[in-house]
C-alpha cells in the first residue's frame, strides 16, 4: 500500500480509517526505521487536523501544536501523542468545545494523550515553571491551524531559551544527572530503560536542547545514527510486546533481535551499548563545554577590567612533551606534531589521567586525523605511558573512554574490538567485559605498592578477560591472546611469560581457595605448578582481589579473602627457597673504568650522557626507520663520601630529568690504583624540552656535593612557583624490609608514586638515618617506583631487626608527610 492510499483511507473513513491505516502501515514490511516514523508522524497529524477542522469551523486565532518525541516527527508505534491547543484568549468555551473534539476520538482508540490548552503567554509562563515543558516546546510543530500563532510561539519560546540559558542548563545539567542516578547507565544494563538511563533518548534530547541554546554544541559525528539506533530497538521492542514500554526486558531481548534482523541478543544489545556510549560520551563533552562557556563569562568582566578592555589569554601549562593544560582540559601543545609521534595519544592520555583532567574532544580528534600508527613491538616510552595512564586511578575510565570515542583504543589494540562493549549475561558482573577490564585496572592501581611489578599487573589486569571475545574457555583463549599482546606492547620473553600465566590462571585461586580442600597437600603443589614462581603468585593474589572487586559487590568478601589469603600462604610456602642474594657486581665496561680513573684523579664528580636506542621497529607497510629512543644513559663516577644519592638525585631533579631506571654501587679499581669510587648507571628522559648540556649537570653536582648548591630550597621554590596539579590520589607510600634478602647488607625495599624529586627525598632521608649505602636498584615502571636500597651500619654489617624496622618506618613516614 502507497503514502497516497493511507492518506486516502484517513479521509475516507475518519478514525477508523486513521485506524486501520496505522495498524497497516506497523504491519508493513517494507518500511521501517526513520521511513516508518515520518509516515505515522504525517499519518497522525493528516487525521489531527482532520479532526481540528471539522471541530474548529469558523474559530480563529487556534492552531494545534505536536511538542516532544511527536513535534520532532518520531512517533513510535506505541508513543504518546504530545499536543498542545494554542489559542488567542477568544471564546473560551468554543475553545473547550475543539479541545474535546479532537482529544475524544484519541481517547477512544486507546492513545496515550499528554494534552494541554494555553495561549502563548500561559504557555511560555509554563515554560519557565517547568523545564520539561519548555523541553517539549522546543520542538513545537504546526499541525493545523492559525500557523502565525505557531510560529510566533516557537520564536518567543526559542528567544527565552536561549536568554535564560545560564540559569537553565545548570539545571537540565542536574536533571540529567538525578535521572542517570536513579535509572543507571544505559551502556552497561542489561535490562536497560532506552529512554531514562544515562545515555538514552533523553539525554539525546537535551543535546539537542543545548544546541538550541547558541552557548554550547555536542559533537555531531555519529549522535544522530547512536539516537536512530535506539529510535529502532524502541519500535521493534513496541511491535514485539504491544505496550508502550522503554525498558528493554531480557525475556524480550531475542524477540526484538529477530524483529531488527539481528543475529541475537547478545548483538543487540552491543548495538544498544555502542549507542548508548556515543551519547553518553557526546553528553560528557557538551557539558564541560557548557561548564567552561559558564564560567569564562563569569570571569570575564572582570578580567576585562583589569586588562583594561583586553582580551585575556588562556594559560597554557605544560603537563609532558607536546602536552598542555587548557582552560581545565588537557590539549595538545602548538608545536605537537602527531604525525611524526606515535607515542602522543598514550602519553597525552596518561599526562590527563595523572592530573585527573579531561582530555580534549580536539585534541583527541585530532590525534586520531593524523597520529602514526605505533611500530612492533612498541618503543618503551609507550609501553610506560600505558602503565602510567592504567595506574592513575579512577580517572582512568574518561580518558580510555576519549580516546575509544574516537577509535584510537582499537587502533593501537585490535583485540579490543572483540571485548568492546559485549555484554555480560551473569548476575554477578555489572559492567561490559570491556568496562571490567578497565574497572579491574584502576582496582589494580590500589595494589601497585603490594606487587614487585607493578606494570605486570596493570597490564595483567587489562587482558585478563580478553579471550571473551572468542569461543571456548575465555582463559585459555585469553592466554593466546595476550602473549601476542605482551609482545607487540614491548614486553621480553620473560615478561611475555608472566603475564600470559596470570591470564590463563586468573581464576584458579579464588576457584581453588572456595571449592578445594586446602589441607590436602595435592591441592597446594597443583596451584604451586600452575604459578611457578613467588613473583608470579604475589601478581595473581593482587589480580584476583582487584579481578573481583571490579566485578560487582557480589563477587569479593573477607570470607573470600581470608580463604584465597590462606591458599596463597600455604602456595608461597611450597615456591620458597633460597631467595637470591644480593644482586652480583657486573665487570665494569671500558668506559666506567675510565670514569673512575678520572673522579679518583680529579678528586670530583664525572660524567658522561649517551643516547640509547633499540633496534627500529616494524610497522605494516612502512619500511624500517631509526633505531627508537630509550631515553639518555648517564654515567657518573663520584668518589666515595657522604650524600651522593640525594646529591645526584637532587640535581636531576632540578633539571627536570625524570629517572626510568638508576643503580649505585661501589666500583672495583684497577690493580694500583687507590681510592673508592661509587658508580651511578642511570636512564633518563627530559619531561619535557631538551636536555641539559653535560657540563651545567657536572657544575650543579659539584656545588651539591660541597653543599653551596641547596637543592631543597631550589625545588621547593620550583614547586611553590608551579605547583603541581593533584589529579590522582594514589595509594600511600610502602616501605618495607626485605627478610633474608641478602647475607651482606640489610634490603629496604619503597614502592611509591612517582613524582619529580621522591629519590632526592629518599637519598636524603636514608643518610639522615645514618645508614650506608652500598648498592641501590631503581625502577620507574609507569608511574610506580619501585626501589631497592641495600644499606649497612658504620661498620659495614647488616643493620639489627630492630634498627633496619626504625629507618624503614621512619622513610614510610616521610614519604607520606
Given at each position: 500500500?502507497?503514502?497516497?492510499?493511507?492518506?486516502?483511507?484517513?479521509?475516507?473513513?475518519?478514525?477508523?480509517?486513521?485506524?486501520?491505516?496505522?495498524?497497516?502501515?506497523?504491519?508493513?514490511?517494507?518500511?521501517?526505521?526513520?521511513?516508518?516514523?515520518?509516515?505515522?508522524?504525517?499519518?497522525?497529524?493528516?487525521?489531527?487536523?482532520?479532526?481540528?477542522?471539522?471541530?474548529?469551523?469558523?474559530?480563529?486565532?487556534?492552531?494545534?501544536?505536536?511538542?516532544?518525541?511527536?513535534?520532532?516527527?518520531?512517533?513510535?508505534?506505541?508513543?504518546?501523542?504530545?499536543?498542545?491547543?494554542?489559542?488567542?484568549?477568544?471564546?473560551?468555551?468554543?475553545?473547550?468545545?475543539?479541545?474535546?473534539?479532537?482529544?475524544?476520538?484519541?481517547?477512544?482508540?486507546?492513545?496515550?494523550?499528554?494534552?494541554?490548552?494555553?495561549?502563548?503567554?500561559?504557555?511560555?509562563?509554563?515554560?519557565?515553571?517547568?523545564?520539561?515543558?519548555?523541553?517539549?516546546?522546543?520542538?513545537?510543530?504546526?499541525?493545523?491551524?492559525?500557523?502565525?500563532?505557531?510560529?510566533?510561539?516557537?520564536?518567543?519560546?526559542?528567544?527565552?531559551?536561549?536568554?535564560?540559558?545560564?540559569?537553565?542548563?545548570?539545571?537540565?545539567?542536574?536533571?540529567?544527572?538525578?535521572?542517570?542516578?536513579?535509572?543507571?547507565?544505559?551502556?552497561?544494563?542489561?535490562?536497560?530503560?532506552?529512554?531514562?538511563?544515562?545515555?538514552?533518548?533523553?539525554?539525546?534530547?537535551?543535546?539537542?536542547?543545548?544546541?538550541?541554546?547558541?552557548?554550547?554544541?555536542?559533537?555531531?559525528?555519529?549522535?544522530?545514527?547512536?539516537?536512530?539506533?535506539?529510535?529502532?530497538?524502541?519500535?521493534?521492542?513496541?511491535?514485539?510486546?504491544?505496550?508502550?514500554?522503554?525498558?528493554?526486558?531480557?525475556?524480550?531481548?531475542?524477540?526484538?533481535?529477530?524483529?531488527?534482523?539481528?543475529?541475537?541478543?547478545?548483538?543487540?544489545?552491543?548495538?544498544?551499548?555502542?549507542?548508548?556510549?556515543?551519547?553518553?560520551?557526546?553528553?560528557?563533552?557538551?557539558?564541560?563545554?557548557?561548564?567552561?562557556?559558564?564560567?569564562?563569562?563569569?570571569?570575564?568582566?572582570?578580567?576585562?577590567?583589569?586588562?583594561?578592555?583586553?582580551?585575556?589569554?588562556?594559560?597554557?601549562?605544560?603537563?609532558?612533551?607536546?602536552?598542555?593544560?587548557?582552560?581545565?582540559?588537557?590539549?595538545?601543545?602548538?608545536?605537537a606534531r602527531p604525525d611524526r609521534d606515535p607515542v602522543l595519544p598514550l602519553r597525552a592520555a596518561a599526562a590527563?589521567?595523572?592530573?585527573?583532567?579531561?582530555?580534549?574532544?580536539?585534541?583527541?580528534?585530532?590525534?586520531?586525523?593524523?597520529?602514526?600508527?605505533?611500530?612492533?613491538?612498541?618503543?618503551?616510552?609507550?609501553?610506560?605511558?600505558?602503565?602510567?595512564?592504567?595506574?592513575?586511578?579512577?580517572?582512568?575510565?574518561?580518558?580510555?573512554?576519549?580516546?575509544?570515542?574516537?577509535?584510537?583504543?582499537?587502533?593501537?589494540?585490535?583485540?579490543?574490538?572483540?571485548?568492546?562493549?559485549?555484554?555480560?549475561?551473569?548476575?554477578?558482573?555489572?559492567?561490559?567485559?570491556?568496562?571490567?577490564?578497565?574497572?579491574?585496572?584502576?582496582?589494580?592501581?590500589?595494589?601497585?605498592?603490594?606487587?614487585?611489578?607493578?606494570?605486570?599487573?596493570?597490564?595483567?589486569?587489562?587482558?585478563?578477560?580478553?579471550?571473551?571475545?572468542?569461543?571456548?574457555?575465555?582463559?585459555?583463549?585469553?592466554?593466546?591472546?595476550?602473549?601476542?599482546?605482551?609482545?607487540?606492547?614491548?614486553?621480553?620473553?620473560?615478561?611475555?611469560?608472566?603475564?600470559?600465566?596470570?591470564?590463563?590462571?586468573?581464576?584458579?585461586?579464588?576457584?581453588?581457595?572456595?571449592?578445594?580442600?586446602?589441607?590436602?597437600?595435592?591441592?597446594?603443589?597443583?596451584?604451586?605448578?600452575?604459578?611457578?614462581?613467588?613473583?608470579?603468585?604475589?601478581?595473581?593474589?593482587?589480580?584476583?582481589?582487584?579481578?573481583?572487586?571490579?566485578?560487582?559487590?557480589?563477587?569479593?568478601?573477607?570470607?573470600?579473602?581470608?580463604?584465597?589469603?590462606?591458599?596463597?600462604?600455604?602456595?608461597?610456602?611450597?615456591?620458597?627457597?633460597?631467595?637470591?642474594?644480593?644482586?652480583?657486581?657486573?665487570?665494569?665496561?671500558?668506559?666506567?673504568?675510565?670514569?673512575?680513573?678520572?673522579?679518583?684523579?680529579?678528586?670530583?664528580?664525572?660524567?658522561?650522557?649517551?643516547?640509547?636506542?633499540?633496534?627500529?621497529?616494524?610497522?605494516?607497510?612502512?619500511?624500517?626507520?631509526?633505531?627508537?629512543?630509550?631515553?639518555?644513559?648517564?654515567?657518573?663516577?663520584?668518589?666515595?663520601?657522604?650524600?651522593?644519592?640525594?646529591?645526584?638525585?637532587?640535581?636531576?631533579?632540578?633539571?627536570?630529568?625524570?629517572?626510568?631506571?638508576?643503580?649505585?654501587?661501589?666500583?672495583?679499581?684497577?690493580?694500583?690504583?687507590?681510592?673508592?669510587?661509587?658508580?651511578?648507571?642511570?636512564?633518563?628522559?627530559?619531561?619535557?624540552?631538551?636536555?641539559?648540556?653535560?657540563?651545567?649537570?657536572?657544575?650543579?653536582?659539584?656545588?651539591?656535593?660541597?653543599?653551596?648548591?641547596?637543592?631543597?630550597?631550589?625545588?621547593?621554590?620550583?614547586?611553590?612557583?608551579?605547583?603541581?596539579?593533584?589529579?590522582?590520589?594514589?595509594?600511600?607510600?610502602?616501605?618495607?624490609?626485605?627478610?633474608?634478602?641478602?647475607?651482606?647488607?640489610?634490603?629496604?625495599?619503597?614502592?611509591?608514586?612517582?613524582?619529580?624529586?621522591?629519590?632526592?627525598?629518599?637519598?636524603?632521608?636514608?643518610?639522615?638515618?645514618?645508614?650506608?649505602?652500598?648498592?641501590?636498584?631503581?625502577?620507574?615502571?609507569?608511574?610506580?617506583?619501585?626501589?631497592?636500597?641495600?644499606?649497612?651500619?658504620?661498620?659495614?654489617?647488616?643493620?639489627?631487626?630492630?634498627?633496619?624496622?626504625?629507618?624503614?618506618?621512619?622513610?614510610?613516614?616521610?614519604?607520606?608527610?
Amino acid at each position: 500500500m502507497t503514502s497516497t492510499d493511507v492518506h486516502k483511507d484517513v479521509e475516507d473513513s475518519g478514525p477508523s480509517g486513521y485506524a486501520a491505516a496505522r495498524l497497516r502501515l506497523l504491519q508493513e514490511g517494507a518500511r521501517s526505521g526513520p521511513p516508518r516514523r515520518s509516515a505515522l508522524s504525517d499519518l497522525t497529524d493528516d487525521w489531527l487536523s482532520g479532526l481540528f477542522t471539522a471541530g474548529a469551523e469558523a474559530l480563529r486565532g487556534v492552531s494545534l501544536i505536536a511538542v516532544g518525541g511527536y513535534g520532532r516527527g518520531e512517533l513510535s508505534p506505541r508513543s504518546d501523542l504530545d499536543l498542545v491547543l494554542l489559542h488567542d484568549g477568544g471564546d473560551s468555551g468554543a475553545v473547550a468545545a475543539l479541545a474535546d473534539r479532537i482529544w475524544y476520538p484519541v481517547w477512544d482508540l486507546g492513545l496515550a494523550l499528554d494534552h494541554s490548552v494555553r495561549t502563548p503567554a500561559e504557555a511560555r509562563k509554563t515554560a519557565a515553571e517547568d523545564l520539561k515543558v519548555q523541553l517539549g516546546l522546543l520542538d513545537a510543530r504546526h499541525i493545523a491551524g492559525d500557523l502565525g500563532l505557531t510560529a510566533g510561539l516557537r520564536t518567543a519560546v526559542l528567544a527565552d531559551w536561549r536568554n535564560q540559558a545560564p540559569k537553565r542548563l545548570p539545571e537540565l545539567q542536574e536533571l540529567c544527572a538525578e535521572r542517570a542516578e536513579r535509572q543507571g547507565e544505559l551502556q552497561y544494563l542489561l535490562e536497560p530503560d532506552l529512554k531514562e538511563a544515562r545515555g538514552g533518548l533523553r539525554d539525546a534530547t537535551a543535546l539537542r536542547a543545548v544546541a538550541a541554546s547558541w552557548l554550547a554544541d555536542a559533537p555531531r559525528e555519529g549522535l544522530d545514527d547512536a539516537r536512530r539506533r535506539l529510535l529502532d530497538v524502541r519500535d521493534a521492542l513496541h511491535l514485539t510486546t504491544g505496550r508502550a514500554t522503554d525498558r528493554l526486558a531480557l525475556q524480550e531481548q531475542d524477540q526484538v533481535a529477530a524483529e531488527l534482523g539481528l543475529l541475537d541478543a547478545d548483538t543487540l544489545l552491543r548495538q544498544v551499548y555502542e549507542a548508548a556510549r556515543v551519547i553518553s560520551y557526546a553528553s560528557d563533552v557538551t557539558w564541560r563545554e557548557v561548564g567552561r562557556v559558564l564560567r569564562s563569562r563569569a570571569v570575564r568582566p572582570r578580567l576585562r577590567a583589569m586588562l583594561g578592555g583586553g582580551k585575556p589569554v588562556a594559560e597554557r601549562s605544560p603537563l609532558a612533551e607536546g602536552v598542555v593544560e587548557q582552560d581545565g582540559e588537557v590539549v595538545l601543545a602548538r608545536a605537537a606534531r602527531p604525525d611524526r609521534d606515535p607515542v602522543l595519544p598514550l602519553r597525552a592520555a596518561a599526562a590527563a589521567a595523572q592530573a585527573g583532567l579531561p582530555l580534549s574532544l580536539h585534541a583527541v580528534r585530532r590525534m586520531a586525523a593524523g597520529v602514526r600508527p605505533l611500530p612492533t613491538p612498541w618503543p618503551a616510552e609507550a609501553r610506560e605511558q600505558l602503565v602510567t595512564l592504567l595506574g592513575s586511578g579512577q580517572p582512568t575510565i574518561d580518558v580510555w573512554e576519549a580516546l575509544e570515542a574516537e577509535g584510537l583504543i582499537t587502533r593501537m589494540l585490535p583485540d579490543w574490538e572483540r571485548v568492546r562493549c559485549r555484554p555480560q549475561r551473569n548476575a554477578v558482573h555489572i559492567w561490559t567485559v570491556d568496562r571490567h577490564l578497565i574497572e579491574t585496572a584502576v582496582r589494580a592501581s590500589e595494589f601497585t605498592r603490594r606487587v614487585h611489578r607493578p606494570d605486570l599487573l596493570l597490564v595483567a589486569a587489562l587482558l585478563h578477560d580478553i579471550g571473551k571475545g572468542w569461543p571456548g574457555d575465555h582463559s585459555v583463549a585469553g592466554e593466546i591472546i595476550a602473549k601476542d599482546v605482551a609482545a607487540r606492547i614491548g614486553f621480553d620473553r620473560d615478561d611475555v611469560a608472566v603475564l600470559a600465566t596470570l591470564v590463563r590462571h586468573h581464576l584458579l585461586l579464588v576457584d581453588t581457595a572456595t571449592r578445594r580442600d586446602l589441607e590436602d597437600p595435592a591441592t597446594v603443589r597443583s596451584v604451586a605448578e600452575a604459578v611457578g614462581s613467588q613473583g608470579t603468585l604475589e601478581l595473581l593474589h593482587a589480580l584476583t582481589e582487584a579481578d573481583a572487586l571490579a566485578t560487582g559487590p557480589a563477587a569479593w568478601s573477607s570470607w573470600r579473602g581470608s580463604l584465597v589469603a590462606d591458599l596463597v600462604k600455604r602456595v608461597a610456602a611450597v615456591l620458597a627457597g633460597d631467595d637470591p642474594d644480593e644482586p652480583e657486581a657486573v665487570a665494569p665496561t671500558a668506559e666506567q673504568e675510565r670514569l673512575a680513573i678520572e673522579a679518583v684523579a680529579t678528586g670530583s664528580p664525572v660524567l658522561s650522557l649517551r643516547a640509547q636506542t633499540e633496534p627500529p621497529a616494524l610497522t605494516e607497510g612502512q619500511p624500517a626507520g631509526d633505531p627508537e629512543p630509550l631515553g639518555v644513559e648517564l654515567l657518573i663516577a663520584v668518589p666515595d663520601q657522604p650524600r651522593v644519592l640525594p646529591a645526584v638525585a637532587g640535581v636531576l631533579a632540578v633539571h627536570r630529568l625524570t629517572v626510568r631506571t638508576a643503580e649505585l654501587r661501589a666500583l672495583d679499581l684497577p690493580d694500583g690504583v687507590e681510592g673508592s669510587v661509587l658508580l651511578l648507571n642511570w636512564r633518563v628522559a627530559a619531561q619535557y624540552g631538551s636536555l641539559p648540556q653535560a657540563a651545567r649537570l657536572r657544575a650543579d653536582l659539584v656545588r651539591a656535593l660541597d653543599g653551596s648548591l641547596d637543592v631543597a630550597g631550589r625545588l621547593a621554590e620550583r614547586d611553590a612557583a608551579y605547583p603541581r596539579r593533584r589529579g590522582v590520589i594514589a595509594p600511600a607510600a610502602r616501605v618495607t624490609v626485605a627478610p633474608a634478602a641478602s647475607r651482606h647488607a640489610t634490603v629496604i625495599e619503597v614502592r611509591a608514586q612517582d613524582a619529580p624529586g621522591l629519590l632526592f627525598r629518599i637519598g636524603r632521608a636514608l643518610e639522615d638515618a645514618g645508614v650506608r649505602m652500598r648498592s641501590a636498584h631503581v625502577s620507574t615502571l609507569g608511574a610506580n617506583a619501585v626501589d631497592a636500597f641495600y644499606v649497612t651500619d658504620g661498620k659495614g654489617a647488616p643493620l639489627g631487626a630492630g634498627e633496619a624496622a626504625s629507618v624503614a618506618r621512619k622513610l614510610e613516614e616521610t614519604l607520606r608527610g
